[in-house]
C-alpha cells in the first residue's frame, strides 16, 4: 500500500482553484474499499491533497477503456499483475 501511495504522489493533477486532487480508480469489495479509505484519508490529510476515488466494482477494465477513449481517464489507477 505504500508504493501506492507514493504513485498518488507523483500523479497530481491541478484543479482551477489550485488545490491538488488526485482521481485514482481501483476496482473490488466493499471490504477492499474499506481498506483503502482510512489510507486515501491519510494520504490527503499529510499531503494536503485531494482524492477523488472511483470504485469501479463491475467491468472494471472496460470501463477504464472508455475513461481512456473518451480523454477522461484517472490519474492513478489500481491493476494486477494480470493486465
Known amino acids: ?38 489510507l486515501i484519508e491519510d494520504f490527503e490529510q499529510k499531503n494536503d491533497v485531494k482524492v477523488e476515488f472511483m470504485h469501479i466494482p463491475q467491468n472494471y477494465f472496460q470501463k477504464l477503456h472508455l475513461l481512456f477513449a473518451s480523454n477522461m481517464p484517472p490519474d492513478v489507477i489500481f491493476i494486477n499483475n494480470l493486465y
Open 1 to 38: 500500500m505504500k508504493k501506492l501511495l507514493v504513485c498518488l504522489i507523483f500523479a497530481l493533477s491541478f484543479r482551477h482553484d489550485d488545490t491538488p486532487t488526485i482521481k485514482f480508480a481501483s476496482w473490488g469489495s466493499q471490504s477492499e474499499v474499506a481498506i483503502l479509505k482510512p
